[in-house]
């Protein structure tokens, strides 16, 4: 924590008197870390969820034709996991105190 010193001329005796006032800045470096841990788990989480839609096989559209890899565990499960955490982790960045 930093702190400022300010001085003011103080009404008794003519001297100066030093106060010390704390930085109201709310965020710290943790704040900023857990925020950065947390905006990376929202972007790994959204990159494991792209892929071909479902009518996509082999890079290509087609419409009688139907690509399974949409139910797959990486796209319903880990990824939106990923991005869940990443949400949590980032509440917690922002409510921590320093």
Request: aromatic residues 16%; glycine residues 8%; positive net charge.
């Given at each position: 924590?930093?702190?400022?010193?300010?001085?003011?001329?103080?009404?008794?005796?003519?001297?100066?008197?030093?106060?010390?006032?704390?930085?109201?800045?709310?965020?710290?470096?943790?704040?900023?870390?857990?925020?950065?841990?947390g905006l990376a788990f929202i972007v790994v989480g959204f990159l494991l969820m792209m892929g071909p839609d479902a009518n996509t096989v082999d890079?290509?559209?087609?419409?009688?034709?139907?690509?399974?890899?949409?139910?797959?565990?990486?796209?319903?499960?880990?990824?939106?996991?990923?991005?869940?955490?990443?949400?949590?982790?980032?509440?917690?960045?922002?409510?921590?105190?320093?």
């Amino acid at each position: 924590m930093s702190k400022k010193t300010n001085k003011f001329a103080a009404s008794e005796f003519g001297k100066e008197t030093e106060v010390q006032q704390e930085n109201t800045f709310y965020f710290g470096q943790q704040n900023f870390k857990w925020m950065l841990i947390g905006l990376a788990f929202i972007v790994v989480g959204f990159l494991l969820m792209m892929g071909p839609d479902a009518n996509t096989v082999d890079g290509k559209f087609d419409p009688n034709s139907w690509n399974d890899g949409i139910f797959s565990i990486r796209r319903i499960r880990i990824a939106p996991l990923f991005v869940v955490i990443g949400f949590v982790i980032e509440v917690y960045a922002i409510l921590k105190r320093k």
